[in-house]
């Protein structure tokens, strides 16, 4: 079956502790990207990946980082997360190119940080 | 600036009625695509209609038609005889063409609740 998995699903933290969130898919997709979603502002990219080794910031990358080592992986790292990193993270990956390549998203990540 | 705008933040129809969802877009590329999501209470993204800017007619799958109307820059999803499985919330999202970021910019979304 196609699809974007992450993990965790759900994730409590406190302030300054490192934590990664896993995103993989099983598409051979040359294009992933984080998104995090907050009430009222919809989703926002934080980072994308071309392709790997490449990639890029999105609209809101302070406080995240990412890799892409493979193909199918590509991970959002948070060094020292901060209450303000609460939120609803999604990746989602694509072909790309085309303006009409679906992007397909995994399950969402909840996070919460104290 | 490119932006989504969905103006609704909630709204209610009654089984088996049809509901229109409002989108707005602002964007200077002559070239884009329009996509609508649909997010249940479980938080996954599910799509469910893309239309092109070039594209000459409207797009339809199954019961969800997009009202694309170019020169209003709008894009208004239709649910056609809505079932309470349509209560959810619903994205409105746009990718120009010439973003080279590839990514999707979103409205602040919609929560259509459906009424038996």
């Known amino acids: 079956e196609a699809q974007v998995t992450q993990n965790p699903r759900y994730l409590i933290t406190v302030t300054g502790k490192k934590l990664t969130v896993t995103c993989s898919q099983n598409m051979n997709h040359e294009y992933m990207s984080w998104y995090r979603q907050d009430p009222g502002l919809g989703l926002r990219q934080i980072y994308y990946s071309m392709n790997v080794e490449v990639t890029d910031k999105g609209d809101v990358p302070e406080g995240y980082k990412v890799s892409r080592k493979e193909k199918r992986n590509f991970p959002l790292i948070l060094e020292s997360p901060s209450p303000n990193q609460t939120s609803l993270y999604f990746c989602?990956?694509?072909?790309?190119?085309?303006?009409?390549?679906?992007?397909?998203f995994g399950p969402g990540t909840r996070l919460t940080v104290l | 600036a490119q932006k989504i705008t969905q103006t609704q933040p909630g709204m209610f129809v009654q089984e088996k009625e049809a509901v229109t969802l409002d989108c707005t877009y602002d964007t200077s590329d002559p070239s884009y695509g329009l996509f609508w999501y649909k997010q249940p209470s479980s938080g996954e993204m599910i799509f469910l209609i893309y239309q092109g800017s070039y594209d000459q007619q409207n797009a339809t799958e199954g019961r969800y038609s997009l009202n694309f109307q170019k020169a209003r820059k709008s894009a208004n999803l239709v649910i056609s005889a809505s079932q309470l499985g349509d209560s959810a919330m619903y994205f409105c999202a746009m990718r120009p063409t010439m973003d080279s970021s590839y990514k999707l910019i979103f409205g602040s979304g919609t929560r259509l609740l459906v009424r038996p």
């Open positions: 989602a990956s694509s072909l790309f190119g085309q303006s009409h390549n679906e992007q397909f």
